[in-house]
């Protein structure tokens, strides 16, 4: 066996869960224990890190977990320098680095999506500590690989929940809107539209003329089809909104999480359901909403994402017996390979306006929103 450079490494999860987030952990853990190293586990995420609270992952730990949903570690959306600490948010990024230290951990392994690749890199630079990170996330945005894991889970679901509402849709004559998850980027809902058989896609990277929309559903039905269904990604805009909004690329789309006004509570409409509003005043045609939410992140992965985790995990594993570090494990091609992460942190990996998925929905008479 070549030298081992490794002798004891972390692995926490960070950001949204997704299917599996088990089958990495299990694929990093085998190949370093096999290598002879160390592998400690940190509880919800940076949380865990900075609260020191840890478990030894040994060998039956990790057994028994390739099939399973979630993160058994437990994740958080907790930033180690920007930490809720009692009310107060705190930069942590001390405690977290003198955690580490005190752990005599030589690589700290963050399975995450694009918040987590920023924050792993920022402990490497403010605080000197090796990282090395897998790109998780259903939303499938994460630069520099050519797919993220969980995605294909994702889109499993997201597919078969469109098959779901043909059958009903087409029994009423209705439209029926399923809002499918996807801030920034659309590949979930574009993905998930096609395989479905969507006959409207609308994504945030095109911004989408509700005209255009009506139209489409229209002359569907003067041609016979009386039902329609619209895939709509959780941050797509109309014109009119990304107008507003300035430069999209550039700015988040806002959440539609609560904002606090007065002591009252404001929820923002869900897209999906203004979209069906809109679209039922328009063209007077009955329309349905279905909006998939963490049922798209729970369950258990698909036999690809097992797949796709132990490759990723085992390279990582590989590499860390290399000694090599402050990289991304990305897939290219047939090719598990690393990427520095200066070039994966910041950057969001949204579907391009040239891109064939958009050409193939297309051809198919799928109407994209312009
Ligand atoms: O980043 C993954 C993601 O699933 C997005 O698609 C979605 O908008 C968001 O997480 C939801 O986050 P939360 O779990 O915090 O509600």
Not at 74 to 94: C, E, L, Q
Not at 140 to 157: H, K, P, R, W
Not at 361 to 366: E, G, H, N, P, S
Request: aromatic fraction near 2%; charged fraction near 20%; hydrophobic fraction near 40%.
């Amino acid at each position: 066996m070549a030298a081992n450079h490794t002798r004891r490494i972390g692995i926490l999860t960070s950001g949204g869960d997704c299917p599996g987030l088990n089958a990495a952990i299990r694929g990093v853990a085998k190949a370093a224990l096999y290598n002879g190293t160390t592998v400690i586990g940190i509880q919800d995420g940076f949380r865990g890190l900075v609260e020191n609270r840890t478990i030894p992952l040994e060998d039956a730990a990790v057994s028994g977990i390739l099939t399973r949903g979630g993160t058994f570690l437990g994740s958080s959306r907790d930033k180690p320098h920007k930490m809720n600490m009692g009310g107060k948010i705190m930069d942590m990024t001390d405690v977290a680095v003198a955690n580490l230290k005190k752990m005599q951990i030589d690589c700290l392994v963050c399975l995450g999506g694009n918040g987590t690749q920023k924050n792993a890199l920022r402990l490497h630079e403010k605080g000197g500590i090796n990282v090395l990170t897998l790109p998780k996330t259903i939303d499938n945005d994460v630069a520099q690989t050519d797919i993220t894991f969980g995605f294909d889970s994702a889109m499993l679901i997201a597919t078969e929940a469109i098959d779901r509402l043909h059958t009903t849709a087409t029994s009423h004559h209705r439209v029926i809107i399923c809002e499918i998850m996807g801030h920034q980027a659309g590949w979930l809902t574009l993905g998930a539209g096609i395989a479905g058989g969507a006959d409207v896609i609308l994504i945030p990277e095109i911004p989408y003329d509700l005209e255009q929309v009506v139209e489409h559903i229209v002359t569907r039905r003067h041609h016979n089809k009386r039902f329609s269904i619209i895939a709509v990604a959780e941050g797509a805009l109309s014109k009119e909104e990304a107008a507003l909004n300035g430069d999209k690329k550039k700015k988040k789309t806002p959440h539609p999480i609560h904002k606090e006004k007065d002591g009252v509570v404001l929820i923002r409409e869900p897209k999906a359901s203004r979209l069906a509003r809109e679209i039922q005043q328009l063209s007077g045609i009955d329309a349905r909403v279905t909006s998939l939410g963490h049922v798209q992140r729970g369950g258990v992965p698909s036999p690809n994402d097992r797949l796709l985790c132990t490759r990723l995990g085992t390279k990582a594993g590989q590499l860390l017996a290399e000694g090599v570090y402050n990289v991304m494990v990305a897939v290219r091609g047939q090719q598990c390979v690393s990427v520095p992460l200066q070039k994966v942190a910041g950057i969001t990996r949204i579907v391009p306006d040239n891109h064939p998925w958009i050409e193939t929905a297309r051809l198919v008479d799928t109407c994209m929103g312009n």
